[in-house]
Structures are given as structure tokens and as C-alpha cells.
């Protein structure tokens, strides 16, 4: 069973960054999908992005059109984390982003085909 931790959530300017790390515990990443997801308060959760596990240093990445171009999701399999770089953040990135891991190589989508998350990691971007 993989357990998992985010770290790196904060208050930050429109604008500005943000580096949000998943890391896991209980086991390695092998083998596993890894994808970020964000609940806004009211809103349903949404996917992010995600990123496969092809090899120990090939991997692919997707991501939601709301975010592609100013977020870079990476893995760290040494250290057995995944990272979410965002960049030019502004008021509509504000949620809880949550982490979580799919056994199976291929990145995925949809939040019901993931078996591990983590506790989530507040991200508040003020205008």
C-alpha cells in the first residue's frame, strides 16, 4: 500500500509559484501512474495533471487545457516523489490539491480509477 504526502501548498501572489510535492511511503512509485487533483470550495474535484511511469527515467505527462503551459508535473523516482510546478498563478488555481497513485504504468484522468491520495495541500492565490 502506498501512502502518500503533499507539502509545498501556501498563499502566493497572482502571478507568482508554487512547487507542490507528493511523496511516498510504504512503497515505491514503480509501476505506478501518478496525478494531481484540486477541489475548489463548491466545486467538484478536478483533474490536473498526471504522469505515467514508462521506465525509471521515461515518463509521460497530460494535463487539464486550464493549466497547460504554466504547470510542470515530475518525477522523482530516487526519491520517490512526484512534483507539480506552477507557474503564473492566478485567483481561479485557489483549492485543496490532492496527490494520488493508480497502480498500472498509463497516466489517467479520471479520480475513481486512483487507489491512494494523500491528505491534500492548500494552494490560495490572492489577487
Known amino acids: 500500500q502506498v501512502q502518500l504526502v503533499e507539502s509545498g501548498g501556501g498563499l502566493v501572489q497572482a502571478g507568482g509559484s508554487l512547487r507542490l510535492s507528493c511523496a511516498a511511503s510504504g512503497r515505491t512509485f514503480t509501476n505506478y501512474a501518478v496525478g494531481w487533483f484540486r477541489q475548489a470550495p463548491g466545486k467538484e474535484r478536478e483533474f490536473v495533471a498526471t504522469?505515467?511511469?514508462?521506465?525509471?527515467?521515461?515518463?509521460?505527462?497530460d494535463y487539464s487545457d486550464s493549466v497547460k503551459g504554466r504547470f510542470t508535473i515530475s518525477r522523482d523516482n530516487a526519491k520517490n516523489t512526484v512534483y507539480l510546478r506552477m507557474n503564473s498563478l492566478t485567483p481561479e488555481d485557489t483549492a485543496v490539491y490532492y496527490c494520488?497513485?493508480?497502480?498500472?504504468?498509463?497516466?489517467?484522468?479520471?479520480?475513481?480509477?486512483?487507489?491512494?491520495w494523500g491528505q491534500g495541500t492548500q494552494v490560495t492565490v490572492s489577487s
Open positions: 494520488a497513485a493508480a497502480a498500472g504504468r498509463l497516466g489517467r484522468r479520471v479520480a475513481d480509477d486512483y487507489t491512494n
Open positions: 504522469i505515467s511511469w514508462i521506465s525509471w527515467t521515461v515518463s509521460e505527462a
